[in-house]
């Protein structure tokens, strides 16, 4: 019931297009959904996060789209730039849980120029 | 400048050592937490704290300990009895309540040798 499954796990795509990852979970105690961008070596920054009272949150080229119904979200990143070339996870969290984060498996996203 | 501190970023252990990692941090988080992250997976909790002298298993603890004697510091210790313990550790801290940002050191690399 913790887990969170996250895919793809590795994703191209060319300068300027749309990167989609996509995570689902089954915990419905989950009521806090952040995205993190990791660069090698380094540890994960938040993205970012939505709650399950919204159904999309939109930041720069950033936008997570979130269906409670189907326990089910994602993350859009528009105009892709080879400066997004990471590893992104989606994770989840609940107030029972002392806000510990149940992560996904991570999706490597590389943008080629 | 605040934020969450971990040292080393290198740690080399030979079989049968326990080694200590360090984790500071001065955001005046409540919560603090450790993770375990193997390449191509996502990150797996290994123990957290809500409160001073205090702190909760997480799923992967076997072959770990830990302490919170203050606020600001959660050192990790890898044990003998941690079999495969070569990963990339991650500390984190956050403060309580729905959709606060959990913080991420920048990680130690720990390998045996």
């Known amino acids: 019931q913790q887990q969170v499954k996250q895919s793809p796990q590795s994703l191209i795509v060319q300068k300027g297009g749309i990167s989609i990852i996509n995570c689902a979970y089954e915990n419905t105690a989950f009521d806090y959904f952040p995205w993190y961008q990791q660069f090698p070596g380094k540890g994960p920054a938040l993205l970012i996060a939505?709650?399950?009272?919204?159904s999309e949150k939109k930041e720069g080229r950033f936008t997570i789209s979130f269906n409670k119904s189907a326990k089910q979200f994602s993350l859009h990143i528009m105009d892709s730039q080879p400066g997004d070339s990471a590893t992104y996870f989606c994770a989840a969290s609940s107030k029972g849980s002392a806000r510990q984060l149940t992560f996904g498996s991570g999706t490597q996203l590389t943008v080629l120029p | 400048d605040g934020g969450i501190t971990q040292s080393p970023k290198y740690l080399f252990r030979k079989e049968g050592q326990n080694v200590t990692l360090s984790c500071e941090q001065n955001l005046n988080h409540d919560a603090m937490y450790w993770y375990r992250q193997d390449p191509g997976q996502g990150l797996r909790l290994i123990y957290y704290?809500?409160?001073?002298?205090?702190?909760q298993k997480g799923d992967i603890a076997e072959g770990y300990s830990v302490s919170r004697e203050k606020k600001e510091s959660f050192p990790l210790t890898v044990t003998s009895a941690q079999k495969n313990p070569t990963a990339f550790y991650l500390c984190?801290?956050?403060?309580f309540g729905q959709g606060t940002e959990a913080f991420f050191g920048q990680g130690t690399r720990l390998t045996v040798v």
């Open positions: 939505i709650r399950p009272d919204v």
């Open positions: 704290s809500q409160i001073v002298n205090d702190f």
């Open positions: 984190a801290s956050s403060s």
